[in-house]
């Protein structure tokens, strides 16, 4: 008579401890910073915790955050953007400056500027596919380009290097509202680049984790050429994101124009580090194939907590860029080592 063989166990369908189903998850490094980041501030500025003061911050992190949610899907996808920065500042100024020399309603001038993000979206997205160069190159050509025409443009149209003020144009109370309003939460006004962020981080993870789309965007970043062999467009999945990066930018350059009312042409430099960092910190890998969106927006809260805390701390805010980069530093090699040990089992 046979006996039954008891099943062998499969250490593929383990789930795993707590602590390696939480950090192996991209966002485990930088959730992990932001709690620390939190705790200290909290502490050393009990401001910090105030209704008010979170709002503040949240509005801080937002405006890092809208951009981090399209430049997280970018690495993931294995590329980058650094004109992005400048391209925040290129959408409302194509915006700004068409009103100025064709007058009309400001929803033209919002639509014109993200017809304008979306092109220079495109364009990156398809420079980069058709020459095969780096994305690095690329967009650092695009940087240059974008930097020389917002000032170029600007002053040849307006004679300074400002765009004139949209207050007294028709629809700016709409648009204002759309783009630039505030949000009573429990009796603390909140910006309402706050909820987009939100919103966005909820679609971008919707379409990470849910769609077919988000596979093409891991499969393209992780393997590009293996992901072609079998199906994937590489070329739209790769133009779509930059064309994502626009959106941002111009939802951000319409939050700035509408919000201050004029735009500075020289503004946006640097800025597009922010969001790169923000991505980092939040696990984006910048050879691509990894990454997420919450990820990205809880490195835009790290900014955003480190930007107003070292104000409410009453710290010499000489040492904020130095802080930013000890962050990024710290927080990479913390989601790293974090996940090499999750992938051990918790084990050293």
């Given at each position: 008579?046979?006996t ?13 401890n707590?602590f ?8 485990a ?8 980041l ?14 008010e ?29 650094l ?13 700004s400056?068409?009103m100025y020399w064709?007058g ?19 364009i ?14 690329i967009?650092?050509?695009t940087?240059f ?6 000032l ?5 149209v ?5 765009a ?11 648009a204002a ?9 429990f ?47 590489v070329v ?15 939802l ?8 201050f ?8 430099i ?9 991505a ?29 805390g ?5 710290w ?11 962050m990024?530093l ?12 999750a ?6």
């Amino acid at each position: 008579m046979s006996t039954a063989t008891a099943p062998k166990f499969d250490e593929r369908m383990a789930t795993g401890n707590l602590f390696t189903r939480f950090f192996s998850k991209p966002e485990a490094g930088a959730s992990a910073a932001a709690l620390v980041l939190a705790i200290m501030f909290a502490v050393v500025a009990p401001q910090f915790t105030q209704p008010e003061s979170i709002a503040t911050i949240l509005y801080g992190a937002s405006t890092v955050g809208i951009m981090a949610v399209g430049v997280s899907l970018l690495m993931i996808g294995g590329e980058v953007d650094l004109s992005a920065g400048v391209g925040v500042i290129s959408s409302a100024l194509s915006a700004s400056l068409f009103m100025y020399w064709f007058g009309g309603n400001v929803w033209v001038g919002a639509i014109i500027g993200l017809v304008f993000s979306l092109l220079v979206g495109f364009i990156n997205g398809w420079l980069l596919t058709k020459t095969k160069l780096s994305s690095f190159i690329i967009t650092l050509a695009t940087f240059f380009m974008l930097t020389g025409l917002n000032l170029g443009v600007t002053r040849l149209v307006t004679g300074g290097v400002a765009a004139p003020s949209i207050a007294n144009w028709p629809g700016f109370e709409s648009a204002a509202a759309v783009f630039a309003s505030d949000i009573p939460v429990f009796g603390v006004k909140v910006k309402i680049t706050v909820f987009y962020w939100i919103l966005l981080v909820a679609i971008a993870t919707w379409i990470l984790k849910r769609t077919r789309a988000g596979n093409w965007i891991f499969a393209s970043g992780g393997a590009p050429d293996a992901a072609r062999a079998v199906g994937v467009p590489v070329v739209r999945t790769k133009i779509a994101l930059y064309m994502g990066v626009g959106f941002c930018a111009w939802l951000l350059g319409m939050h700035q124009l509408f919000a201050f009312k004029t735009v500075q042409s020289g503004e946006g430099i640097g800025n597009e580090f922010l969001y790169i960092i923000a991505a980092v910190v939040g696990g984006c890998l910048m050879t691509g194939g990894y990454g997420s969106a919450i990820g990205g927006a809880i490195g835009a809260l790290i900014y955003g907590m480190a930007l107003k805390g070292v104000v409410y701390a009453e710290w010499n805010p000489d040492w904020l860029k130095f802080f930013l980069g000890a962050m990024l530093l710290g927080a990479t090699v913390l989601n790293f080592t974090l996940q090499r040990r999750a992938a051990q089992g918790g084990k050293k």
